[in-house]
């Protein structure tokens, strides 16, 4: 079963609306969790990293005020993308795993993101 | 960056084994070599992963060569639902920047009929 839970699937939305994403770790305690957005035939591109209890880590070329991310218990983190427009549109992917180790990291079944 | 090179695409025939090749060859002593594949709009899914000795589970065969430069994933019997896109990546257990899964443009695997 899954062990990361991704939420919504699906967002269909006006240009301006702001709109969360939810990811949870379902089996265990995630301190770290990553977030990627991946464009039509394209390759997963980390964002950020999402740290429990403290400020993200974001990418260069990523907009920290653009892309708000929250992870305030060890099983959520979110990402709120702020005013958004149809540039916006993508495919939005979390994942967790432990933040140490050699164990893999799992994904949630990504978010698709529509800006009209 | 992604630190390794993968054949943009393969094709297998179903029931046949698929060995999708992955070259590693700045690979570091702690890094491991992982593999996913992500099927069309899902998020990707762990296949399996090794450091330098072969591995198996009830998904694929992994084979690492002893230079660790390379690396090979098997799926022994392919069927139609293995059609997906497969990535290898390195990526070290030491934490911070070194934790990262940077993707490549992977391996189109098309299970033919």
């Known amino acids: 079963g899954a062990v990361v839970s991704q939420h919504p699937s699906r967002v269909i939305c006006k240009s301006g609306t702001s709109v969360k994403i939810e990811c949870r770790s379902l089996?265990?305690?995630?301190?770290?969790m990553f977030w990627y957005r991946q464009f039509p035939k394209q390759s997963l591109m980390l964002m950020a990293t999402?740290?429990?209890?403290?400020?993200?880590?974001?990418e260069q070329g990523v907009e920290k005020d653009k892309f708000l991310i929250n992870h305030a218990s060890l099983t959520l983190s979110t990402l709120t993308v702020t005013s958004a427009h149809p540039e916006d549109s993508s495919f939005y992917i979390c994942?967790?795993?432990?933040?140490?180790?050699?164990?893999?990291?799992?994904f949630g079944d990504g978010t698709r993101l529509s800006i009209l | 960056d992604a630190k390794t090179t993968q054949p943009p695409s393969m094709d297998c025939a179903e029931g046949r084994a698929a060995n999708l090749p992955c070259n590693h060859s700045?690979?570091?002593?702690?890094?491991?070599v992982y593999w996913y594949r992500q099927i069309h709009s899902q998020g990707p899914q762990y296949i399996i992963h090794g450091l330098k000795n072969n591995e198996t589970n009830e998904m694929a065969s992994l084979i690492i060569t002893e230079d660790r430069k390379s690396s090979t994933l098997i799926l022994p019997h392919a069927t139609l639902r293995d059609t997906a896109v497969y990535y290898c990546i390195v990526r070290g257990n030491s934490g911070g920047s070194n934790y990262k899964l940077t993707f490549g443009k992977g391996t189109l695997l098309t299970v033919n009929p």
């Open positions: 999402s740290n429990e209890g403290s400020k993200a880590t974001y």
């Open positions: 994942s967790a795993g432990p933040a140490w180790g050699n164990q893999p990291q799992h």
């Open positions: 700045t690979i570091s002593g702690n890094e491991y």
């Open positions: 089996d265990f305690q995630a301190t770290t």
